[in-house]
Nanobody, 121 residues
Framework: VQLVESGGGLVQAGGSLRLSCAAS????????MGWFRQAPGKEREFVST???????TYADSVKGRFTISRDNANNTVYLQMNNLKPEDTAVYYC????????????????WGQGTQVTVSS
């Protein structure tokens, strides 16, 4: 399984970015996919998950600002980030579950290499 993120960058507070994660190595329609992030000096934290049935969950800190979506035909998951804040600055990691119909709970996930998001004030 390989996950490749793109779309990170530098943006001013209040701006938007869209992250993409292209997955390969298996069919992903039966697997949860999502995003985590890690800020400097902090532990990696959950951001959002989209399950095989289309249900999505979000961390409280991003609810109402971030939207996750997925394109099963192209094995791609997206994270639309609006109204970005300096505290959103982190490396964002794409993840998919090791097991079908799983809950995307580490350590039973595959990780991408990460993409840096920096939000200036």
């Amino acid at each position: 399984v390989q996950l490749v993120e793109s779309g990170g960058g530098l943006v001013q507070a209040g701006g938007s970015l869209r992250l993409s994660c292209a997955a390969s190595g298996r069919t992903f329609s039966s697997y949860a996919m999502g995003w985590f992030r890690q800020a400097p000096g902090k532990e990696r934290e959950f951001v959002s998950t989209m399950y095989w049935n289309g249900r999505s969950t979000y961390a409280d800190s991003v609810k109402g600002r971030f939207t996750i979506s997925r394109d099963n035909a192209n094995n791609t998951v997206y994270l639309q980030m609006n109204n970005l804040k300096p505290e959103d600055t982190a490396v964002y990691y794409c993840a998919t579950d090791r097991y079908s119909y799983g809950s995307l709970t580490p350590p039973d996930v595959y990780w991408g290499q990460g993409t840096q998001v920096t939000v200036s004030s």
